[in-house]
T-cell receptor, first 111, second 116 residues
């Protein structure tokens, strides 16, 4: 069953703009991770935020986590055409050792 | 380090047949997880192996099985294939040393299975 639900399902922006994707989940978590997938290929790990963290940065990526609202957001700043991909949030549930993925947000960045 | 490799990359089978997919994790990684990805259901967890033992299993029928060898390489098998088994099958490896508070997974490119 899906734990994370991303919003929006699809996002289309111009190069240079910022892209924000949101993720909501249902149960308590150990950590939340964001992955990127290019056109039916394997997933690439982007960033991990632990349940006791509120914000994390990595290059042009900024992730926030609000455990009281059971939600997270991924911000990609100054987007590039190469950022075009599907983005998934995944939660590592407390007490478990596996990730549960949402259905993803498809991001299209036009030149 | 070499990444996670999966073989074959593409596979076409017919209903009723069985199939075996292979995954070689990153050197030193002891945990291998398998996921099924379809347009309708998204990414769904199949099972996880650690040190040759299945530690977790997703909600899939018994036609889906797997195993892990002493070198951490893993195989998954699907018997009596159905049309709905057409999917991208992804393998992921991670290093799990004792109790960990994170579980970054490294994914292979996947095997695209088409069942006709």
């Amino acid at each position: 069953s899906q734990q994370g639900e991303e919003d929006p399902q699809a996002l289309s922006i111009q190069e240079g703009e910022n892209a924000t994707m949101n993720c909501s989940y249902k149960t308590s978590i150990n950590n939340l991770q964001w992955y990127r997938q290019n056109s039916g290929r394997g997933l690439v790990h982007l960033i991990l935020i632990r349940s006791n963290e509120r914000e994390k940065h990595s290059g042009r990526l900024r992730v926030t986590l609000d455990t009281s609202k059971k939600s997270s957001s991924l911000l990609i700043t100054a987007s590039r055409a190469a950022d075009t991909a599907s983005y998934f949030c995944a939660t590592l549930n407390s007490g478990y050792s596996t990730l549960t993925f949402g259905k993803g947000t498809m991001l299209l960045v036009s030149p | 380090k070499a990444g996670v490799t999966q073989t074959p990359r593409y596979l076409i089978k017919t209903r009723g047949q069985q199939v075996t997919l292979s995954c070689s994790p990153i050197s030193g990684h002891r945990s291998v997880s398998w996921y099924q990805q379809t347009p309708g259901q998204g990414l769904q967890f199949l099972f996880e192996y650690f040190s040759e033992t299945q530690r977790n299993k997703g909600n899939f029928p018994g036609r889906f099985s797997g195993r892990q060898f002493s070198n951490s390489r893993s195989e998954m098998n699907v018997s009596t294939l159905e049309l709905g088994d057409s999917a991208l099958y992804l393998c992921a490896s991670s290093f799990r040393g004792g109790v960990t508070s994170y579980n970054e997974q490294f994914f292979g490119p996947g095997t695209r299975l088409t069942v006709l």
